[in-house]
């Protein structure tokens, strides 16, 4: 059975290579970050439930019938529970980034790394909906440094603030400002850094488009566990309580359950633009009808069992199948608070797709790309948070949001 390669390389400033995957946790703002950070609140996630434990009388190295998950789970944006969140409250000041980003030199390089004007900026950010990762998750960063955009692999832990956009679909990095985009799956992948308690390649995701977007994201409460669904693509924090989802949540999504409070990232910036100084554009309602260039899938190189790495490309997607409960794929560890190494690298071959719940939030039939949701009902209160800005709290309603049928 193939081992992972993990190497501590944390303070080498040279470009990463094409498989070399960083592993970053929450606080960690990674090197050359675009901006401060603008995540308003920190949380820990718990630790992932170990995997399976070897049947009696296996060789501890033998490989077993669940082979085929042993790959990179690829996981719908909109799937209930792949995000959590705190109740009324964005992790994320987005108005900060606007700033930050709105104009200069780092402006223009964010916009660029983000496939947008930088005129757009300020629109798009305001579309996207503020959330944290519930569990590790396969991404390409972008960092600034020397005037130019470094593009490279990470592995975000559960945990990490981050921006989404109305596909659920990862698109910003709340502890750095960094753009994200959908990763590039490597068969030698060599992760980087420091590697976090319960790290495994094996259960990490790759957060797909769910295919329309859609007014709500069902998010868990990092107080209490429980679910509650938060408006997409608005300027305001909409929020109202939900029952959990009917069904079994996704595959490679861990069963709900809070987080622990932690204290934000630090705000250490890499820029040295003007930009910080700017003034944010005013914070009109609106919605940003453009999407980013390039495309949303992962693009993966998979390994052959016989020949090696293939030179084709195959992009991740979801299977219509629906998930017949919450599983973690078994696979070696690399745990432990320090990191480990082995002579043969990982493949990062893309696993088991996997389609939301029955109750998942509903799809809205809107252009593709972020937009407006619809406004909040009128039993809606709102209250002014000095430090967030408003926020708008729904009753609960004692009913799910509508599902959608899988893709």
């Known amino acids: 059975m193939a081992t992972v390669l993990i ?14 995957v960083a592993l970053q946790q929450p606080s960690d703002p990674g090197q050359a970050p675009f901006t401060q950070s603008v995540e308003t609140a920190g949380v820990t996630a718990p630790a992932p439930a170990s995997p399976p434990a070897q049947p009696t009388g296996r060789p501890s190295g033998a490989r077993t019938t669940a082979a085929p998950a042993a790959g990179i789970h690829s996981v719908e944006g909109t799937s209930p529970g792949l995000y959590a969140g705190s109740m009324s409250k964005p992790s994320c000041d987005v108005e900060r980034l606007i700033t930050m980003t709105s104009s200069g030199d780092v402006g223009r390089a964010w916009a660029s790394a983000q496939g947008i004007s930088q005129s757009a900026i300020p629109g798009y950010l305001r579309s ?7 569990v590790d998750t396969r991404v390409t960063n972008h960092g600034y440094k ?11 832990q559960a945990g990490t603030a981050v921006l989404v956009d109305a596909q659920g679909v990862p698109r910003v990095r709340c502890a750095c400002g960094n753009p994200l985009k959908p990763p590039v799956l490597v068969s030698d992948a060599e992760y980087t850094g420091k590697a976090w308690p319960g790290f495994r390649p094996t259960t990490l995701v790759v957060v797909v488009p769910a295919p329309q977007p859609v007014t709500e994201i069902v998010l868990v409460n990092v107080d209490t566990g429980t679910f509650f669904a938060r408006a997409t693509g608005r300027i305001e924090v909409i929020d109202r309580p939900v029952p959990g989802p009917s069904g079994p949540l996704a595959v490679g999504i861990p069963p709900a359950a809070p987080m622990k409070p932690s204290s934000p990232s630090a705000s250490v910036s890499g820029a040295t633009s003007a930009s910080t100084s700017a003034s944010s554009p005013g914070a009109s309602s609106g919605s940003y009808s453009g999407s980013p260039s390039g495309s949303s899938s992962a693009s993966t190189s998979e390994a052959t069992s016989s020949s090696g790495p293939s030179s084709g490309s195959a992009s991740a997607s979801s299977s219509s199948g629906k998930p017949s409960g919450p599983s973690s794929a078994p696979g070696t560890s690399s745990g432990g608070s320090s990191p480990t190494s082995s002579t043969s690298p990982a493949p990062e071959s893309s696993g088991p797709s996997s389609t939301p719940g029955s109750s998942g939030p509903p799809s809205a039939p809107r252009p593709s790309g972020p937009s407006s949701a619809t406004g909040a009902p009128s039993t809606a209160t709102t209250a002014t948070n000095p430090a967030t800005g408003p926020t708008t709290v729904l009753p609960p309603t004692g009913t799910a949001a509508p599902g959608r049928s899988p893709s």
């Open 146 to 156: 020397s005037g130019a955009v470094i593009g490279y692999q990470s592995v975000l």
């Open 128 to 134: 996207l909906t503020s959330a944290y990762l519930r």
């Open 7 to 20: 190497v501590s390389n944390q303070h080498n400033d040279a470009v990463p290579t094409a498989n070399e």
